[in-house]
């Protein structure tokens, strides 16, 4: 006699011993592995409605913007850049190396300085009077040694360093 008892319950918790149900199966049954043409009509799926769903949302590759617009090129040597203390130097695209991050969920933004030689503390001065922002929205971060203003002061700061020539 076959009994269905759970290996936890105890047998003296499970009660009667009662046979496994069995059903019977039905021979004369259609039971057919491959579908008819109409059944994998419906099941087979096209391949538009296997493609992303957000793909309507992105922005067509032939349409992005791979690339900046061209900076223009420095309009000073490093020799008489020399004189002010400070370097920017340029990225291997020949760019500056401003940058624009996006914090707190987009509504908070910090723009970068990269890629500066010599006196940090003087072109962080530099920056505060040329550009006109308070003491307290412009830090060097002390890990990475770069620049970050806080606030959206990307076209401006780009601009003063075209300026100064770099």
Request: net charge positive; charged share 25%.
């Amino acid at each position: 006699m076959n009994c269905l008892i759970s290996r936890a319950l105890p047998l003296r918790s499970a009660g009667i011993c009662r046979p496994a149900v069995r059903t019977q199966i039905n021979p004369f049954a259609s039971r057919n592995p491959f579908p008819s043409t109409n059944q994998a009509a419906s099941i087979s799926t096209k391949p538009s409605s296997r493609q992303n769903p957000n793909q309507k949302l992105k922005i067509p590759p032939q349409l992005r913007q791979l690339s900046r617009a061209p900076v223009p090129p420095p309009t000073k040597s490093p020799e008489e850049l020399v004189s002010l203390g400070y370097l920017v130097r340029r990225t291997p695209s020949v760019q500056l190396p401003v940058y624009r991050r996006w914090l707190s969920g987009g509504t908070r933004q910090v723009v970068l300085i990269k890629k500066v030689d010599g006196d940090r503390r003087r072109l962080l001065e530099d920056i505060i009077g040329g550009l006109g922002i308070a003491r307290e929205d412009v830090r060097i971060n002390p890990t990475t040694q770069h620049i970050e203003l806080k606030g959206d002061h990307f076209d401006k700061a780009r601009g003063w360093l075209l300026e100064r020539g770099f």
